[in-house]
Protein backbone atom coordinates (compact mmCIF):
# COMPACT_ATOMS: atom_id res chain seq x y z
CA UNK A 1 0.00 0.00 0.00
CA UNK A 2 1.31 3.30 -0.93
CA UNK A 3 1.65 6.00 2.45
CA UNK A 4 2.87 8.68 0.21
CA UNK A 5 2.40 9.34 -3.57
CA UNK A 6 4.36 12.19 -5.30
CA UNK A 7 2.49 13.02 -8.61
CA UNK A 8 4.38 14.85 -11.49
CA UNK A 9 5.74 16.93 -9.11
CA UNK A 10 7.76 20.17 -10.06
CA UNK A 11 9.70 23.17 -8.53
CA UNK A 12 10.55 26.36 -9.73
CA UNK A 13 12.61 29.03 -7.92
CA UNK A 14 12.34 32.29 -8.54
CA UNK A 15 15.15 34.98 -7.57
CA UNK A 16 16.32 37.91 -9.11
CA UNK A 17 18.92 36.74 -11.72
CA UNK A 18 17.54 33.52 -12.66
CA UNK A 19 14.51 30.60 -12.47
CA UNK A 20 15.92 27.71 -11.62
CA UNK A 21 14.30 24.65 -12.48
CA UNK A 22 15.04 22.26 -9.16
CA UNK A 23 12.57 19.54 -9.28
CA UNK A 24 11.31 18.03 -13.17
CA UNK A 25 8.16 16.24 -13.17
CA UNK A 26 8.58 13.50 -10.65
CA UNK A 27 6.52 10.73 -9.69
CA UNK A 28 7.07 8.58 -7.12
CA UNK A 29 5.40 6.10 -4.15
CA UNK A 30 6.64 5.12 -0.93
CA UNK A 31 5.14 1.80 0.34
CA UNK A 32 3.76 1.97 4.29
CA UNK A 33 6.72 1.01 6.37
CA UNK A 34 9.39 0.86 3.42
CA UNK A 35 12.60 2.93 3.67
CA UNK A 36 13.23 3.86 0.70
CA UNK A 37 16.61 6.32 -0.56
CA UNK A 38 16.68 9.02 -2.79
CA UNK A 39 20.29 9.20 -4.33
CA UNK A 40 21.55 11.93 -6.79
CA UNK A 41 24.20 14.36 -7.13
CA UNK A 42 24.81 17.37 -4.98
CA UNK A 43 22.18 20.07 -6.20
CA UNK A 44 20.10 17.77 -8.11
CA UNK A 45 17.30 19.18 -5.80
CA UNK A 46 17.00 16.49 -3.37
CA UNK A 47 16.55 18.97 -0.42
CA UNK A 48 13.85 20.73 -2.29
CA UNK A 49 11.58 17.72 -2.72
CA UNK A 50 11.90 16.97 1.14
CA UNK A 51 10.72 20.18 1.91
CA UNK A 52 7.45 19.89 -0.39
CA UNK A 53 6.87 16.97 0.79
CA UNK A 54 7.09 18.75 4.18
CA UNK A 55 4.80 21.07 3.42
CA UNK A 56 6.96 23.93 3.87
CA UNK A 57 7.67 24.94 0.30
CA UNK A 58 4.74 24.76 -2.10
CA UNK A 59 4.96 23.04 -4.97
CA UNK A 60 4.97 24.75 -8.82
CA UNK A 61 2.44 21.93 -10.48
CA UNK A 62 2.10 17.93 -9.13
CA UNK A 63 0.80 17.35 -5.64
CA UNK A 64 2.24 14.98 -2.68
CA UNK A 65 -0.54 12.82 -0.96
CA UNK A 66 -0.21 11.57 2.21
CA UNK A 67 -2.54 8.02 3.67
CA UNK A 68 -4.68 10.28 0.08
CA UNK A 69 -4.48 13.77 1.84
CA UNK A 70 -2.67 16.34 -0.06
CA UNK A 71 -0.06 17.96 2.15
CA UNK A 72 -0.45 22.20 1.66
CA UNK A 73 1.30 22.73 4.74
CA UNK A 74 3.48 21.08 7.63
CA UNK A 75 1.73 18.82 9.33
CA UNK A 76 2.61 16.63 12.24
CA UNK A 77 2.21 12.98 10.17
CA UNK A 78 5.34 14.30 8.73
CA UNK A 79 8.68 13.80 10.99
CA UNK A 80 12.00 16.03 9.16
CA UNK A 81 15.24 15.25 10.37
CA UNK A 82 18.09 17.50 8.66
CA UNK A 83 21.54 17.08 7.95
CA UNK A 84 22.56 18.64 11.26
CA UNK A 85 21.37 17.75 13.99
CA UNK A 86 20.52 21.80 15.07
CA UNK A 87 19.84 20.97 18.97
CA UNK A 88 19.35 24.20 20.67
CA UNK A 89 22.32 24.74 22.99
CA UNK A 90 20.41 26.15 25.78
CA UNK A 91 17.75 23.52 26.20
CA UNK A 92 18.99 20.81 27.84
CA UNK A 93 18.32 17.18 26.04
CA UNK A 94 14.97 16.37 27.55
CA UNK A 95 13.81 20.50 26.44
CA UNK A 96 15.71 19.23 23.02
CA UNK A 97 13.14 16.42 22.56
CA UNK A 98 10.04 18.26 23.59
CA UNK A 99 10.30 21.04 21.29
CA UNK A 100 8.35 19.52 18.72
CA UNK A 101 5.20 18.92 21.18
CA UNK A 102 5.78 22.54 23.06
CA UNK A 103 5.19 23.87 19.74
CA UNK A 104 2.34 21.83 18.67
CA UNK A 105 0.77 22.15 22.12
CA UNK A 106 0.64 18.46 22.65
CA UNK A 107 2.53 18.56 25.76
CA UNK A 108 0.66 16.21 27.53
CA UNK A 109 1.56 13.14 30.47
CA UNK A 110 1.17 10.71 28.18
CA UNK A 111 3.28 12.19 25.27
CA UNK A 112 6.21 12.96 27.93
CA UNK A 113 5.79 9.44 29.26
CA UNK A 114 6.57 7.75 26.04
CA UNK A 115 9.58 9.94 25.49
CA UNK A 116 11.07 8.73 28.61
CA UNK A 117 10.33 5.55 27.84
CA UNK A 118 12.01 5.85 24.15
CA UNK A 119 14.86 7.63 26.05
CA UNK A 120 15.13 4.93 28.34
CA UNK A 121 14.72 2.37 25.21
CA UNK A 122 17.80 4.21 23.26
CA UNK A 123 20.01 4.53 26.40
CA UNK A 124 19.91 7.87 26.69
CA UNK A 125 17.90 8.71 30.33
CA UNK A 126 21.01 8.90 32.28
CA UNK A 127 21.88 12.39 29.54
CA UNK A 128 18.42 13.91 30.22
CA UNK A 129 19.82 17.08 31.91
CA UNK A 130 22.98 17.37 29.74
CA UNK A 131 23.28 20.11 27.58
CA UNK A 132 23.99 19.64 24.06
CA UNK A 133 27.58 20.41 24.41
CA UNK A 134 28.04 17.25 26.43
CA UNK A 135 26.96 14.98 24.18
CA UNK A 136 29.18 13.06 20.66
CA UNK A 137 27.89 13.82 17.46
CA UNK A 138 26.44 10.57 17.25
CA UNK A 139 24.30 10.84 20.03
CA UNK A 140 23.19 14.10 19.54
CA UNK A 141 22.05 12.32 15.80
CA UNK A 142 20.25 10.31 17.64
CA UNK A 143 18.61 12.84 20.20
CA UNK A 144 17.33 14.64 17.07
CA UNK A 145 15.54 11.20 16.17
CA UNK A 146 13.93 10.77 19.25
CA UNK A 147 13.15 14.80 19.11
CA UNK A 148 11.75 14.13 15.29
CA UNK A 149 9.31 10.66 16.76
CA UNK A 150 8.60 12.73 19.61
CA UNK A 151 5.70 13.85 17.57
CA UNK A 152 4.63 10.76 16.61
CA UNK A 153 4.74 11.33 12.79
CA UNK A 154 3.68 8.49 9.80
CA UNK A 155 6.40 9.18 7.55
CA UNK A 156 9.97 10.36 8.50
CA UNK A 157 12.02 12.52 6.07
CA UNK A 158 15.70 11.87 6.49
CA UNK A 159 17.78 14.74 4.61
CA UNK A 160 21.53 12.89 4.75
CA UNK A 161 21.22 12.65 8.03
CA UNK A 162 24.68 11.28 8.51
CA UNK A 163 26.63 13.72 6.09
CA UNK A 164 28.23 15.56 9.15
CA UNK A 165 29.50 12.30 10.63
CA UNK A 166 32.96 11.20 10.58
CA UNK A 167 32.64 7.62 8.85
CA UNK A 168 33.31 5.63 11.92
CA UNK A 169 30.47 7.31 14.06
CA UNK A 170 28.37 7.08 10.52
CA UNK A 171 28.79 3.10 10.11
CA UNK A 172 27.38 3.26 14.55
CA UNK A 173 24.71 5.80 13.91
CA UNK A 174 23.45 4.84 10.67
CA UNK A 175 22.81 0.89 12.38
CA UNK A 176 21.28 2.54 15.46
CA UNK A 177 19.21 4.78 13.49
CA UNK A 178 17.70 2.05 11.49
CA UNK A 179 17.24 -0.15 14.50
CA UNK A 180 14.96 3.00 16.12
CA UNK A 181 13.04 3.49 13.09
CA UNK A 182 12.57 -0.12 12.79
CA UNK A 183 11.31 -0.63 15.96
CA UNK A 184 8.90 2.25 15.63
CA UNK A 185 7.65 0.57 12.74
CA UNK A 186 8.13 3.95 10.67
CA UNK A 187 8.32 4.44 7.10
CA UNK A 188 10.95 6.03 6.24
CA UNK A 189 12.60 8.18 3.05
CA UNK A 190 15.89 9.17 3.17
CA UNK A 191 17.88 11.19 1.07
CA UNK A 192 22.02 10.93 0.29
CA UNK A 193 23.95 10.97 -1.94
CA UNK A 194 26.36 8.42 -0.46
CA UNK A 195 25.79 5.24 -2.66
CA UNK A 196 26.66 2.66 -0.05
CA UNK A 197 24.68 4.30 2.59
CA UNK A 198 21.54 4.25 0.36
CA UNK A 199 21.89 0.52 -0.64
CA UNK A 200 23.11 -0.41 3.77
CA UNK A 201 20.04 1.03 4.59
CA UNK A 202 17.17 0.90 2.14
CA UNK A 203 14.07 -1.31 0.92
CA UNK A 204 14.29 0.44 -2.26
CA UNK A 205 16.91 3.15 -4.32
CA UNK A 206 15.74 5.91 -6.09
CA UNK A 207 18.32 7.11 -7.91
CA UNK A 208 17.92 10.96 -9.64
CA UNK A 209 19.51 12.46 -12.68
CA UNK A 210 21.44 15.58 -12.48
CA UNK A 211 19.26 19.34 -12.01
CA UNK A 212 16.65 19.13 -12.43
CA UNK A 213 15.51 16.29 -10.36
CA UNK A 214 14.24 14.07 -12.82
CA UNK A 215 13.93 9.87 -11.72
CA UNK A 216 15.87 7.68 -13.72
CA UNK A 217 15.70 4.14 -11.99
CA UNK A 218 13.97 2.58 -8.84
CA UNK A 219 16.45 -0.44 -7.55
CA UNK A 220 14.62 -3.18 -5.29
CA UNK A 221 17.78 -4.30 -2.96
CA UNK A 222 17.06 -7.84 -2.35
CA UNK A 223 20.38 -8.98 0.03
CA UNK A 224 20.75 -12.12 0.93
CA UNK A 225 20.97 -11.65 4.40
CA UNK A 226 18.91 -12.68 7.90
CA UNK A 227 17.77 -9.97 10.14
CA UNK A 228 19.17 -7.18 8.11
CA UNK A 229 21.07 -4.36 9.42
CA UNK A 230 22.94 -1.50 8.34
CA UNK A 231 26.27 -3.46 8.85
CA UNK A 232 25.22 -6.94 8.11
CA UNK A 233 24.17 -5.52 4.53
CA UNK A 234 27.26 -4.28 3.69
CA UNK A 235 28.95 -7.67 3.46
CA UNK A 236 26.22 -9.14 1.58
CA UNK A 237 27.57 -10.78 -1.66
CA UNK A 238 25.09 -8.74 -3.71
CA UNK A 239 26.18 -5.24 -2.30
CA UNK A 240 28.93 -4.73 -4.87
CA UNK A 241 26.31 -5.80 -7.89
CA UNK A 242 24.15 -3.07 -6.47
CA UNK A 243 26.87 -0.42 -5.70
CA UNK A 244 28.43 -0.84 -9.38
CA UNK A 245 24.56 -0.87 -11.36
CA UNK A 246 23.96 2.61 -8.94
CA UNK A 247 27.41 4.11 -9.61
CA UNK A 248 26.89 3.62 -13.55
CA UNK A 249 23.18 4.96 -13.14
CA UNK A 250 24.62 8.35 -11.53
CA UNK A 251 26.67 8.85 -14.53
CA UNK A 252 29.77 9.98 -12.04
CA UNK A 253 32.72 11.50 -13.96
CA UNK A 254 36.08 10.85 -12.82
CA UNK A 255 38.19 13.47 -13.73
CA UNK B 1 33.83 15.93 33.01
CA UNK B 2 35.23 16.63 36.32
CA UNK B 3 38.19 15.11 37.24
CA UNK B 4 39.99 15.05 40.78
CA UNK B 5 42.54 12.41 40.39
CA UNK B 6 45.24 14.19 38.91
CA UNK B 7 48.62 13.68 37.88
CA UNK B 8 51.97 15.18 39.27
CA UNK B 9 52.80 17.04 36.26
CA UNK B 10 49.38 18.20 36.08
CA UNK B 11 49.43 19.39 39.61
CA UNK B 12 52.22 21.71 38.74
CA UNK B 13 50.80 23.03 35.83
CA UNK B 14 47.77 23.88 38.24
CA UNK B 15 50.02 25.74 40.36
CA UNK B 16 51.87 27.48 37.59
CA UNK B 17 48.52 28.79 35.96
CA UNK B 18 47.65 30.02 39.31
CA UNK B 19 51.05 31.79 40.05
CA UNK B 20 51.27 33.42 36.91
CA UNK B 21 47.20 34.54 37.66
CA UNK B 22 48.34 35.89 41.29
CA UNK B 23 51.16 37.86 39.59
CA UNK B 24 48.50 40.08 37.22
CA UNK B 25 46.88 41.19 40.16
CA UNK B 26 49.79 42.32 41.87
CA UNK B 27 51.05 44.30 39.10
CA UNK B 28 47.96 45.35 38.23
CA UNK B 29 46.99 46.65 42.40
CA UNK B 30 51.06 47.93 42.42
CA UNK B 31 50.44 50.22 39.52
CA UNK B 32 47.72 51.62 40.78
CA UNK B 33 49.48 51.98 44.19
CA UNK B 34 52.35 53.88 42.41
CA UNK B 35 50.04 55.76 39.86
CA UNK B 36 48.56 57.85 43.24
CA UNK B 37 51.54 58.05 45.68
CA UNK B 38 53.78 59.64 42.98
CA UNK B 39 50.79 61.70 42.05
CA UNK B 40 50.38 62.53 46.08
CA UNK B 41 53.65 63.15 46.28
CA UNK B 42 54.77 65.13 43.16
CA UNK B 43 52.14 67.54 44.34
CA UNK B 44 53.18 67.58 47.59
CA UNK B 45 56.61 68.51 46.91
CA UNK B 46 55.17 70.96 44.15
CA UNK B 47 56.88 69.34 40.84
CA UNK B 48 53.69 69.37 39.63
CA UNK B 49 50.94 72.67 40.75
CA UNK B 50 48.00 70.37 43.31
CA UNK B 51 45.90 73.92 41.35
CA UNK B 52 45.73 71.83 38.16
CA UNK B 53 45.94 68.45 38.52
CA UNK B 54 45.06 68.17 42.18
CA UNK B 55 46.15 65.88 44.77
CA UNK B 56 44.77 62.40 46.36
CA UNK B 57 45.01 63.37 50.22
CA UNK B 58 42.71 66.96 49.18
CA UNK B 59 40.56 64.67 47.15
CA UNK B 60 39.86 62.24 49.96
CA UNK B 61 39.58 65.62 52.11
CA UNK B 62 36.83 66.64 49.96
CA UNK B 63 35.11 63.28 50.01
CA UNK B 64 35.13 63.37 53.73
CA UNK B 65 33.43 66.95 53.49
CA UNK B 66 30.53 65.88 50.68
CA UNK B 67 29.96 62.74 52.88
CA UNK B 68 29.49 64.73 56.08
CA UNK B 69 27.04 67.11 54.03
CA UNK B 70 25.12 63.64 52.59
CA UNK B 71 25.61 64.73 49.33
CA UNK B 72 28.35 62.09 48.18
CA UNK B 73 25.90 59.30 47.89
CA UNK B 74 23.50 61.45 46.57
CA UNK B 75 25.54 62.89 43.48
CA UNK B 76 26.74 59.24 43.08
CA UNK B 77 23.60 57.78 42.85
CA UNK B 78 21.30 60.38 41.14
CA UNK B 79 23.98 59.46 37.62
CA UNK B 80 23.97 55.92 38.37
CA UNK B 81 19.84 56.25 38.62
CA UNK B 82 19.90 58.47 35.27
CA UNK B 83 22.27 55.77 33.67
CA UNK B 84 20.56 52.63 34.16
CA UNK B 85 17.01 53.88 33.51
CA UNK B 86 18.90 55.45 29.87
CA UNK B 87 20.04 52.14 29.67
CA UNK B 88 17.19 50.00 30.31
CA UNK B 89 14.82 51.70 28.31
CA UNK B 90 17.61 51.74 25.14
CA UNK B 91 17.68 48.33 25.43
CA UNK B 92 13.96 47.44 26.11
CA UNK B 93 12.85 50.26 23.27
CA UNK B 94 15.80 49.01 20.43
CA UNK B 95 14.89 45.22 21.23
CA UNK B 96 11.42 45.79 20.49
CA UNK B 97 12.04 47.71 17.29
CA UNK B 98 14.45 45.08 16.27
CA UNK B 99 11.46 42.76 16.85
CA UNK B 100 9.19 44.68 14.45
CA UNK B 101 11.83 45.03 11.94
CA UNK B 102 12.66 41.55 12.14
CA UNK B 103 8.89 40.70 11.46
CA UNK B 104 8.11 42.48 8.71
CA UNK B 105 11.07 42.84 5.78
CA UNK B 106 8.90 45.57 3.90
CA UNK B 107 9.16 48.18 7.54
CA UNK B 108 13.04 46.34 7.22
CA UNK B 109 14.03 47.50 3.85
CA UNK B 110 11.79 51.47 4.51
CA UNK B 111 13.38 52.33 7.14
CA UNK B 112 16.75 50.88 6.23
CA UNK B 113 18.17 54.18 5.36
CA UNK B 114 16.92 56.45 8.34
CA UNK B 115 18.37 53.69 10.18
CA UNK B 116 21.71 54.48 8.71
CA UNK B 117 21.38 58.11 8.99
CA UNK B 118 20.51 58.50 12.40
CA UNK B 119 23.35 55.98 13.41
CA UNK B 120 25.90 58.49 11.54
CA UNK B 121 24.52 61.00 13.17
CA UNK B 122 26.02 62.00 16.53
CA UNK B 123 23.15 62.14 19.10
CA UNK B 124 24.36 64.79 21.20
CA UNK B 125 23.40 67.35 18.68
CA UNK B 126 20.23 66.44 19.58
CA UNK B 127 20.02 67.04 23.28
CA UNK B 128 19.29 70.84 23.05
CA UNK B 129 16.39 69.83 21.13
CA UNK B 130 15.27 67.29 23.33
CA UNK B 131 15.87 70.28 26.69
CA UNK B 132 13.81 72.27 24.87
CA UNK B 133 11.28 69.54 24.42
CA UNK B 134 10.81 68.16 27.99
CA UNK B 135 12.41 71.21 30.22
CA UNK B 136 15.83 71.07 32.26
CA UNK B 137 15.82 68.07 34.28
CA UNK B 138 15.85 64.41 34.69
CA UNK B 139 13.98 63.37 31.55
CA UNK B 140 15.87 65.24 29.33
CA UNK B 141 19.12 63.48 30.77
CA UNK B 142 17.61 60.02 30.33
CA UNK B 143 16.49 61.07 26.73
CA UNK B 144 19.95 61.91 25.63
CA UNK B 145 21.19 59.14 27.36
CA UNK B 146 18.21 56.71 25.62
CA UNK B 147 19.06 58.08 21.77
CA UNK B 148 22.53 57.73 21.93
CA UNK B 149 22.17 53.92 22.62
CA UNK B 150 18.74 53.22 21.11
CA UNK B 151 19.96 53.53 17.28
CA UNK B 152 22.96 50.89 18.12
CA UNK B 153 20.84 48.82 19.95
CA UNK B 154 18.48 48.08 16.75
CA UNK B 155 20.88 47.57 14.60
CA UNK B 156 23.14 44.64 16.65
CA UNK B 157 19.61 43.12 17.81
CA UNK B 158 18.94 43.09 14.42
CA UNK B 159 21.89 41.85 12.99
CA UNK B 160 21.93 39.01 15.72
CA UNK B 161 17.86 38.35 14.69
CA UNK B 162 18.95 37.65 10.94
CA UNK B 163 22.46 35.78 12.03
CA UNK B 164 20.03 33.30 13.68
CA UNK B 165 20.64 30.17 11.54
CA UNK B 166 18.02 29.15 8.76
CA UNK B 167 18.31 25.46 8.95
CA UNK B 168 17.34 26.16 13.04
CA UNK B 169 13.90 28.08 11.88
CA UNK B 170 13.15 25.23 9.38
CA UNK B 171 13.33 23.04 11.73
CA UNK B 172 10.76 24.81 13.93
CA UNK B 173 8.55 25.53 10.64
CA UNK B 174 8.43 21.60 10.35
CA UNK B 175 6.96 21.13 13.44
CA UNK B 176 4.31 23.91 11.93
CA UNK B 177 5.72 26.76 14.14
CA UNK B 178 4.05 30.10 14.08
CA UNK B 179 5.97 33.35 13.41
CA UNK B 180 5.54 34.39 17.09
CA UNK B 181 6.76 31.16 18.19
CA UNK B 182 9.66 30.95 15.75
CA UNK B 183 10.85 34.19 17.62
CA UNK B 184 10.46 32.84 20.98
CA UNK B 185 11.69 29.26 20.81
CA UNK B 186 14.42 29.88 18.61
CA UNK B 187 15.18 33.57 17.09
CA UNK B 188 15.37 35.26 20.42
CA UNK B 189 17.11 32.72 22.60
CA UNK B 190 19.69 32.48 20.14
CA UNK B 191 20.49 36.15 20.12
CA UNK B 192 20.84 36.37 23.35
CA UNK B 193 24.61 36.13 23.69
CA UNK B 194 24.36 39.27 20.75
CA UNK B 195 22.60 41.10 22.49
CA UNK B 196 24.33 40.80 25.94
CA UNK B 197 27.75 42.40 23.74
CA UNK B 198 25.02 45.41 22.93
CA UNK B 199 24.37 46.02 26.05
CA UNK B 200 28.01 45.98 27.32
CA UNK B 201 28.50 48.65 24.85
CA UNK B 202 25.46 50.18 26.06
CA UNK B 203 26.32 50.80 29.71
CA UNK B 204 29.44 52.61 28.04
CA UNK B 205 27.00 54.89 25.56
CA UNK B 206 24.07 55.61 28.21
CA UNK B 207 27.46 57.22 30.35
CA UNK B 208 28.53 59.57 28.01
CA UNK B 209 24.56 60.32 27.45
CA UNK B 210 23.77 61.14 31.10
CA UNK B 211 27.13 63.14 31.55
CA UNK B 212 26.77 65.34 29.02
CA UNK B 213 22.82 65.86 29.35
CA UNK B 214 24.25 66.33 33.29
CA UNK B 215 26.73 69.04 32.07
CA UNK B 216 24.00 70.83 29.97
CA UNK B 217 21.25 70.66 32.31
CA UNK B 218 21.62 69.18 35.56
CA UNK B 219 21.81 70.25 39.27
CA UNK B 220 23.16 67.30 40.67
CA UNK B 221 25.04 64.00 39.54
CA UNK B 222 28.75 63.48 38.50
CA UNK B 223 28.22 65.11 35.74
CA UNK B 224 27.18 68.32 37.11
CA UNK B 225 29.94 67.98 39.63
CA UNK B 226 32.44 67.49 37.15
CA UNK B 227 31.16 70.73 35.60
CA UNK B 228 30.73 72.79 38.17
CA UNK B 229 34.19 71.96 40.00
CA UNK B 230 35.64 73.13 36.35
CA UNK B 231 33.87 76.47 36.42
CA UNK B 232 34.47 77.44 40.38
CA UNK B 233 38.47 76.34 39.52
CA UNK B 234 37.92 73.32 42.53
CA UNK B 235 40.01 70.65 40.46
CA UNK B 236 39.72 68.18 43.52
CA UNK B 237 35.99 68.33 43.08
CA UNK B 238 36.44 67.30 39.20
CA UNK B 239 39.43 64.91 39.57
CA UNK B 240 37.67 62.74 42.92
CA UNK B 241 34.17 63.11 40.30
CA UNK B 242 35.87 61.85 37.42
CA UNK B 243 37.02 58.60 39.54
CA UNK B 244 33.99 57.95 41.39
CA UNK B 245 32.54 57.56 38.04
CA UNK B 246 35.31 55.23 36.54
CA UNK B 247 34.43 52.88 39.69
CA UNK B 248 30.78 53.14 39.16
CA UNK B 249 31.13 52.32 34.84
CA UNK B 250 33.60 49.21 35.61
CA UNK B 251 30.62 48.22 38.63
CA UNK B 252 27.94 48.43 36.13
CA UNK B 253 29.90 46.85 33.27
CA UNK B 254 30.66 43.84 35.77
CA UNK B 255 27.57 43.36 36.55
CA UNK B 256 26.29 43.03 33.24
CA UNK B 257 29.30 40.02 32.46
CA UNK B 258 27.48 38.68 35.29
CA UNK B 259 24.31 38.63 33.41
CA UNK B 260 26.34 36.86 30.44
CA UNK B 261 27.22 34.13 32.10
CA UNK B 262 24.26 33.63 34.14
CA UNK B 263 22.03 33.48 30.50
CA UNK B 264 24.95 31.38 29.02
CA UNK B 265 25.38 28.72 31.58
CA UNK B 266 24.76 25.88 28.61
CA UNK B 267 27.75 26.93 27.03
CA UNK B 268 29.94 25.80 30.30
N1 LIG C 1 15.74 29.13 -1.96
C1 LIG C 1 16.29 28.92 -3.16
N2 LIG C 1 16.27 29.86 -4.12
C2 LIG C 1 16.81 29.64 -5.33
N3 LIG C 1 17.45 28.52 -5.70
C3 LIG C 1 17.53 27.53 -4.80
C4 LIG C 1 16.97 27.67 -3.47
N4 LIG C 1 17.20 26.53 -2.79
C5 LIG C 1 17.88 25.72 -3.63
N5 LIG C 1 18.08 26.30 -4.85
C6 LIG C 1 18.74 25.68 -6.00
O1 LIG C 1 18.04 24.52 -6.34
C7 LIG C 1 18.93 23.47 -6.67
C8 LIG C 1 18.64 22.26 -5.85
O2 LIG C 1 18.95 22.52 -4.50
P1 LIG C 1 18.81 21.40 -3.35
O3 LIG C 1 17.43 20.88 -3.39
O4 LIG C 1 19.26 22.00 -2.09
O5 LIG C 1 19.83 20.29 -3.85
P2 LIG C 1 20.39 18.99 -3.10
O6 LIG C 1 19.70 18.88 -1.79
O7 LIG C 1 20.10 17.87 -4.02
O8 LIG C 1 21.86 19.17 -2.94
C9 LIG C 1 20.33 24.01 -6.46
O9 LIG C 1 20.89 24.31 -7.71
C10 LIG C 1 20.14 25.24 -5.64
O10 LIG C 1 21.09 26.22 -5.99
MG1 LIG D 1 20.60 19.02 0.17
Redesign the pocket.
Known sequence: MAKLIIENLSMI?H?IEAE?K?VDNLSLEVLDGEFLSII?P????????LSVIAGLLQPSSGRVLLDDMEITKPCSKVGYMLQRDHLFEWRNIFSNITLGLEIQRKCSKESLLKIERMLEKYGLSGFKNYYPHQLSGGMRQRVALIRTLAIDPDILLLDEPFAALDYQTKLAVSEEVYKIIKQEGKTALM?THDISEAIALSDRVAVLSK?PAKLKNIYDIKLSVENRTPLKSREAPEFRHYFNAIWKELDIHVE | MLNNNFSKEHELYLKAVKRRKTAVIIVQILILIIFFLQWELTARYKIVDPFLVSQPSRMIKFMGKLYSEGMLFRHIWVTCYETIIGFLLGTIVGTLIAIILWWSDFICKVLDPYLVVLNALPKIALGPILIFWVGNGKTAIILIALTISLIVTIISVLTGFKEVDEDKIKLLKTFGASKSQILRYVVFPSSIPTMISALKINVGLSYVGVIVGEFLVAKEGLGFLIVFGGQVAQLDMVMLSIIILSISAYLMYEAVALLEKKFTVWRS
Open positions: YTTAGSGCGKSTLVR
